[in-house]
Every structure is written in C-alpha cells, then in structure tokens.
C-alpha cells in the first residue's frame, strides 16, 4: 500500500462522504464541520455518482456506506481500487456480518465502522485511516482476529485443487489428457467458448499465467483430479 | 343218301333256318338234282359245323372237313371210328335214350361235353337225326364261345340286378304306353323310398295313379318333354312322403327301341330335401355374415397374405380409408394408402408370419383431416385354399385426439399452476425486498439517526446529569431497535446476495449458523456467482436456507455436511445430516417447508432427491440445470 505523503497530514484531511440518506449525510457534514482536521469536499447518494466524485477529487478519505443505489459501496471500493486512487475508505454501514466485513477488508478498505456508533467512531475512524491505520468498530473487532488467523493459513497454502469447481476440475483432467479445447468442447457438449471461459478461471485462481503453466499444473497434479 | 339229305335240307331250311345252321339261301330256287348234289357237297366241304354220317351203332360214314378238324382227325382218317366214344361222360342209359328217340325219328339233341383225338375235350352240341336209309345225320358244334358268353351274360345280369336293387341312387322305369300314359314297370328300393311308393302295388300303375293330382300335371310334362325332346330331362319333383314335402331331383332317360321310338323312360331319382335345406341353412347363414360384414360398425377387410390386394372390404373400412368400393376393387393395401409404403406393410407381415397374428398394431398416418390413428388387429385365415389376412381397424382418432387435448389441457393447467406459484414466489421474494429495504433504509436510518443524535447530545457538556441518563437509556432502546429492524430485515431479504453476490452469501449463512447450531458443519462451496440470473439465484438461497432449517428444528444432527459443485452442465446441491431423519408424516408446516424447497427446485428446472430414512439421517440433493449459453 502507498502510503501519502506525510506532510500533509498537519494539513486539513479531504473527506468525502458517500450515503443514500441525506438526513444521515447531513448528519455526518455536521460532525465534520464541528472538527477543524477534516473538510468535506463533496456529497454523493449513490455508487456511480460516489466513483464519480472520488475519481474527480482524489480525497484522502472516503466515508462509505455499502447499500447503496446503482451498486454497493463494496462495489465503489473495487472500482476505486482499481483506479489507484490515494483515498483510505471508511465503510459506514447497518451490515454486521463477517462475509461483508471480510469483503471489505479484502478490497483494501482500513475503517469499518457500524452505523449505530457513527457519531461516536467516525472523527476517530477517519484519523486512523487518514494516517493508514485500521479501524473498527469495537462490537465487530473479533472479526479481525479471526481474519488474521484465516489469512494466516490461507497465506501457508498455495493456491490449489480445492479452490476449483468441479467443472474446472473436469476441464484440468481432459488439459492432462493432452486434449484441445476443441476436443474438450466436443465431449463435454459445450461450446470452445465456454472452455475457454473455464481455462481463464482456473489460470486466475491458480495464478497461472499461459497454457503451458496450465498444461504443467494439470499434469502434475492428474493423479489427484 | 345224297338225296335224302337234300330233301331233308330243303324241307326245313325255310322253317327253322337259324336253328340249324344252314344258310337259306340256296334253298329259295328248285335246282337239278346234279345241281342239287354238287351244292350239298360244297355246303358240306364249307359248313362251320361239323357234320357226320354215321350208322346206327355210332360208326362214322363221312365226316366234314369242319367235324373231322373238331373231333382232331384227318376226314379220311374218321370214316369207320365210332363217333360216341367221343363223348365224354355220357351214361349207357342216356345213350339207350337216344337211340330210341333216333329210331323213333325224333331229333336228338346232345349237349355234353366232346373228346378231341388228344384227349383234350370241348363244350359242344350234338343234335342227331336218323334219315330215312337208316343212317343218322349228326350235327356237332363246338360251344365253347356261346357258353362263355352265357356265363358272362348270366354274371352281368346279376351284377346289373345287384346294383338296381342296392343302388344309393333311385332308378325307375317306365313304359310310354301307345295312348301316351306313363306306365311305371319297375322301380328299386331307394327310389321306392325316395317317392314313399311300393314296387309291387305300383308296377302297372300309370304315374298320374301314383302321384296327387295337383302334382301330376307337372310330373308328366317333365315325362313328355323327356319322349318328345328324346333327350335327357333334369327336374325336380315335389313328393309327400309320411306327410312330409320332400323334394326329389330326378334325371330321365329315354330308351329308344330299335325304331329309334322312345318307348321306355329310365329315371334316377335321390331325395335332395336335406341338402336342399343345408343349402337354404348355408344361403342364409351367408346372408346372415354377409349383412353383419358389411353393416359391421368394425372397420373389417380381408386381403391376399402374399400380394395385398384387398378381397373383401366393408363399409366401415372403406369409411375410415376414404375409398369406394369400385376404388378398392383389385387394388393393394398399400395403394389404398392402408400402409404409408410397402415396407410398412413388410414390417407386419414379418409379425404376422412370426406370431400368426398380431393385436393392436398401430398405425397412424396424415390425411386431409388431420392424423389418423387406428389399431390394427389381424388374424391369418385360409380362404378357397388360399392365405389371407382377416384384418380389423379400430379407428382411435378421436379417443387418441380426446386423450391428448386432455393431456394438453391438463399440462396447460399444471403450466398454469407452476408459472403461478413461480410468480407468487417471485413477487413474494421482491415483496420482501422492498420492505427490508424500506425497514433497512427508512426505519433503520431514523433509528440510526436517533442514536446518533443521542450520542451528540451525550457529548455535549452542558447536558445535565438528570437528562444525561435518559438520553442514554433512550440510546439504548434505539440501537435494541436498530438491531431488531437489521434482524427483521436481513431475515426478509440477506443483504449479502446484494453486496456479496450467491457464493458469499451462502457462505455467510453457514457460518452465521455454524457457531450456535450444535452440530459440526463441514461445507464445500464452489463458486457458483454469475450462473443464474439474480432472480434464481434467490432459489438457490432459499433451498439451502430451508434445508438448514430443517435441520436445525427437527433433525438432531450431530454432523451435517454441505456440498455445492458446479459442473459443466449443472450445479448439484448436496445437505446430508445424521439426525433422526424424516418421519414419514412430517407436520403440517414441516411439509410446507418441503413444498417450498421443491416448489423452487421446479422453478429451478432442476430435481430434488431426498433420501431420509428414521434414524439414518437424511440427504437431499438438488441438481439444476445451467442457464443455456448465450
């Protein structure tokens, strides 16, 4: 992760703030203003017009919050990520749970937050993550723990096997047998598009990069297919 | 000598010409005794007969060359041999008889049996006669051929009488008497039967004696039509025997003299009354068949075993094939359209020589009208020597359109009731969208917005100590509430099928069950994201859900696995526990969570399998089809 330039942090931190109900949004403006570190440099009420504004001014920090129209705030993060935009996310949200929670962190998102302690946890999430540290609300900090336990033993195990379907797996067997994807089209009754489909997959979720790579992988690992 | 025998000649040739042999002829004119001798000498030299002159005693003056060839001796060699040791078996006392009768001057007549000079002998007729010198003239035939064909005459006659008297057929005669009656002279027995008449009492009888009056006129004009046309006459004549009209055929035969007159009718009668009826029982009985053939409701026709052509066709199955009966005449099952071509046709007749015949075969076919369909029923008979198929059509058209409209209606029915119950399930499931959505972000904000407020107050200084304590149990309330409208609204409607997408949001209710289920839960998931469209993949969720569910209220399981694959073709969803299974009633609302998951299953295109038995747990497999490529 890059880290912004220190110097700025003495500075005011640029905040913009994203969620689909303007009571709650006002809400938030009224506490950003009440704090002199923080300037909120806009608004927006739904996904697109959030990538919209965040592409356009480059805050350093963004309050998000995931349910939102057009797509979710987890969705605005991946997108966002993808631009290699410098702004740290601050996920606001009614959502409680560990697969929403986990998802968010895996977007790269630093301040989890839950919406029934906005206003006690908000000014203080933005100062974490506006000097690049994580922050969570605390109902919800046990989450992290076991996140760091899980990726931890994600981190000791290669990319394998199990993370394919049983039809990636199926395609893998016939790649071992020597097989085109012309000819593993036709004796599955599926289209070489769709064959192809499935070798992309498993090249991404293996981290295999060519058909070689994947020819090799396939042949090593055929007794276990 | 010479001249006794003349005269003797002369006198009797014009009385008993034949009886002696003797032509007649020379005997019409008187010639001159010179004449007279060289005749009688020739006649004896030419005669057929044997002739001799013997003396009283037997002792042979002359000989003919006839009488000495009969007897096997030279004419020279006979004169001076006794002639009556020649006859064989002959007593003393006949030949005492004989002799008298010769010197009384009768003619003597010996038919016995005659020794040739080798012994052999030969059936002859000797007949004797003493001329006035004393000598006796003796005449010797040999009979030999006139016996045999007695013998022949006398077998024949009995053979004829034979076969009158025992004859299976009625033979009569009758006699054209000059004024034109019928006389009846004979009649055998199986005619006496066959007309009830006595042979005894009737001979002599005219036949208009014999037969009722008002028969008889009919009876004689078959009679006169046989002497008039002198040919033979065939008819039929009406009899009352024993009170009981019979009929009798009769065929009459004119005898014609030796004028060519027909003076005597033969006639061979038989009793026809029971065949006659047979004939009348069978006429009918085919009319009978016949009418029931044609006006058979079943489609009926008969056709040649080897070429097809159609023998025999009833109306019915004219009806059903659109043909006439002309159209049909001489043509093949084949051409009449029976069969769509002659494979078809092939086809069963393989059955038919396999099995002899062949039940409900069916056959359907296209017609102006729409398809046909029928069942053929055939059976392999022998007409007149010849093999045929009796074939009969059931014409199941209209049971078979009726049969499918109801099938039709009833599957537009269950189409109906599915795309019902998947619309109620979709407006349902969007339904509850909308109102999590509504708790999520209307109710949930402003409660938010509550506790938010309320911890701006708190941190407002200036609050006094006495509010300070409401605010916060107000707070309190507020986030128990945010919590309650979170938990009502992620019941409704999981936010992670939104945020997260299916995989993760399965994910996530395993793992929110997992840690207060009370049984080890091992799960399997593989990504299935992006396999249906949002709207299905809301079933998926729901099964696995309702399954759980299950589980978790009735099951009692201590290990329950779960298992999602996507293969090529399909994603399978496998829930297997070890709990106390399925009872075979499960309750009411039990039930209702099974329709569900079955009801989405449908909905799915897929299939359920559950295999649950009491006390081995249960396992539920959900297979559904992939969204075709697009």
């Known amino acids: ?225 | 000598m010479g001249v006794t025998a003349r005269s003797s000649v002369r006198q009797r040739c014009p009385r008993k010409p034949s009886a002696e042999g003797v032509p007649a002829s020379p005997c019409v004119r008187p010639l001159s005794p010179a004449g007279c001798a060289e005749r009688y000498r020739n006649l004896l030299e030419q005669a057929s007969e044997g002739v001799f002159i013997t003396d009283m005693e037997g002792r042979c003056l002359l000989a003919n060359p006839a009488g000495a060839q009969l007897l096997g001796y030279e004419v020279e060699e006979l004169v001076g041999r006794g002639l009556l040791e020649h006859i064989a078996a002959v007593s003393p006392a006949g030949l005492a008889d004989a002799l008298r009768d010769l010197k009384e001057g009768r003619t003597v007549r010996i038919g016995k049996s005659f020794r040739r000079k080798n012994g052999s002998e030969f059936p002859g007729e000797l007949t004797g006669r003493c001329l006035s010198d004393g000598t006796v003239q003796s005449i010797l035939r040999d009979v030999t051929e006139r016996r045999r064909a007695e013998a022949a005459a006398l077998t024949a006659e009995g053979r004829l009488r034979d076969i009158f008297e025992n004859s299976p057929i009625g033979v009569f005669f009758v006699c054209v008497a000059p004024d034109g009656r019928f006389i009846a002279e004979t009649i055998n027995p199986h005619g006496e039967r066959a007309f009830g008449v006595d042979r005894w009492r009737s001979t002599g009888m005219a036949i208009d004696e014999l037969f009722p009056a008002e028969r008889i006129a009919r009876v004689e004009a078959f009679f006169r039509r046989c002497v008039e046309s002198g040919a033979p006459v065939d008819c039929e004549i009406e009899v009352v025997r024993e009170a009981e009209a019979r009929l009798v055929h009769a065929l009459l035969v004119p005898l014609r003299d030796a004028d060519g007159v027909v003076r005597h009718i033969a006639g061979f009668v038989h009793d026809i009354t029971g065949q006659r009826r047979a004939e009348a029982a069978l006429r009918e009985s085919e009319e009978r068949f016949s009418k029931i053939f044609h006006a058979s409701p079943g489609a009926i026709a008969v056709s040649d075993f080897e070429t097809g052509s159609v023998l025999e066709a009833n109306d019915s199955f004219l009806r059903i094939f659109g043909q006439t009966r002309e159209q049909v005449r001489g043509r093949t099952t084949v051409g009449i359209g029976v069969w769509p071509d002659a494979q078809a046709r092939d086809r069963f007749l393989e059955a038919m020589r396999q099995h002899g015949a062949v039940r409900d075969f069916e056959m359907r076919w296209n017609t102006p009208g729409g398809e046909r369909f029928c069942l053929l029923t055939a059976e392999r008979i022998e007409l007149h020597g010849r093999a045929c198929i009796l074939s009969l059509v059931d014409d199941v058209t209209g049971l078979r359109r009726a049969e499918s409209e109801r099938t039709e209606a009833a599957e537009r029915e269950q189409r109906a009731a599915e795309s019902f119950t998947r619309r109620l399930i979709e407006s349902q499931e969007a339904e509850r969208r909308r109102i999590a959505g509504e708790l999520h972000d209307s109710l949930g904000q402003e409660l938010l917005l509550i506790t938010n407020r309320l911890q701006l107050a708190l941190a407002n200084p200036s609050l006094p100590q006495a509010l300070r304590k409401d605010f916060q149990d107000i707070g309190a309330l507020a986030t128990q509430a945010v919590a309650e409208v979170r938990r009502i609204s992620h019941a409704l409607r999981p936010p992670q099928l939104d945020h997260l997408g299916l995989t993760r949001a399965l994910r996530a209710m395993l793992d929110s069950v997992a840690p207060t289920a009370g049984f080890e839960l091992c799960h399997h998931l593989d990504d299935i994201d992006g396999a249906y469209p949002s709207e299905m993949e809301t079933n998926w969720y729901r099964i696995l859900q309702e399954s759980l569910n299950n589980i978790l209220k009735h099951a009692r399981a201590r290990h329950v696995e779960v298992l999602l694959e996507r293969d090529i073709r399909d994603v399978r969803l496998i829930v297997a526990d070890d709990g106390c299974g399925i009872p075979p009633e499960p309750a009411a609302s039990d039930g209702l969570g099974l329709r569900n998951i079955a009801e989405r299953v449908r909905i799915l295109g897929g299939r359920l399998r559950i295999d649950s038995a009491p006390g081995t747990g249960t396992r539920l497999e959900v297979t559904a089809p992939l969204p075709a490529e697009t």
């Open chain 1, 1 to 225: 992760m890059t880290m912004p330039s220190q110097p700025t942090t003495p500075l005011l931190v640029r905040v913009a703030i994203v969620d689909d109900h303007p009571l709650f949004r006002q809400g938030l403006r009224q506490l950003l203003a009440g704090d002199p570190r923080y300037l909120c440099i806009g608004e927006a009420g739904d996904g697109p017009a959030a990538l919209e504004l965040l592409a356009r001014e480059r805050p350093e920090v963004a309050v998000l919050d995931i349910n939102l129209p057009g797509f979710t705030g987890l969705e605005v993060a991946r997108q966002a990520q993808g631009l290699r935009l410098p702004t740290r996310l601050v996920v606001l949200t009614m959502c409680n749970d560990e697969e929403t929670f986990n998802r968010a962190m895996d977007l790269g998102v630093l301040g989890y937050v839950l919406k029934e302690n906005a206003v006690a946890e908000v000014l203080e999430s933005i100062r974490s993550v506006s000097h690049g540290r994580h922050y969570l609300s605390p109902s919800i900090s046990s989450f992290l723990v076991r996140r760091h336990s899980r990726a931890e033993s994600l981190a000791s195990r290669q990319p394998g096997l199990d993370d394919l379907t049983k039809a990636e797996r199926r395609i893998l067997q016939l790649i071992a047998a020597n097989k085109t994807s012309r000819e593993i089209a036709a004796e599955l009754f599926v289209s070489p598009r769709t064959v192809e489909t499935h070798r992309a997959n498993i090249c991404a979720k293996l981290g295999l990069r060519g058909s070689h790579r994947l020819l090799q992988f396939a042949l090593e690992n055929r007794s276990a297919l």
